[in-house]
């Protein structure tokens, strides 16, 4: 019910735009959130949104360089990724959850399979 698309090989530096499409139900009222897991570690939060899209959280490490936005006239929510370090290496999740804006991983109901997102130095 969720599709993550937009991942890839960038270098250092670089940009790219992760989506989260939604068939099957609509999202509109669920908060989204973006997760990755990089190799050999656990799944860490990297960014959530409400539902209308007016409050957002980011994690630390990302803030100021990525930019998580929604469209629910399209069922779909991004993540725009600028300034890529190799750090941001993982495969990135998203996700959508009834209980609102969280960075816990057990908030959100529903996962998406996750795409890969490889910056290289």
């Known amino acids: 019910q969720l599709q993550a698309s937009g991942g890839g090989l960038v270098q250092a530096g670089g940009s790219l735009r992760l989506s989260c499409a939604a068939s099957?139900?609509?999202?509109?009222?669920?908060?989204r959130g973006w997760f990755r897991q990089a190799p050999g570690k656990e799944r860490e939060f990297v960014a959530t949104?409400?539902?209308?899209?007016?409050?957002?959280y980011y994690t630390d490490s990302v803030k100021g360089r990525f930019t998580i936005s929604r469209d629910n006239a399209k069922n779909t929510v991004y993540l725009q990724m600028n300034s890529l370090k190799p750090e941001d290496t993982a495969v990135y999740y998203c996700?959508?959850?009834?209980?609102?804006?969280?960075?816990?991983?057990?908030?959100?109901?529903?996962w998406g399979q996750g795409t890969l997102v490889t910056v290289s130095s």
């Open positions: 099957g139900r609509t999202f509109s009222s669920y908060a």
């Open positions: 949104i409400n539902y209308s899209g007016s409050t957002t």
């Open positions: 996700a959508a959850g009834s209980k609102g804006p969280s960075s816990s991983w057990y908030s959100y109901d529903y």
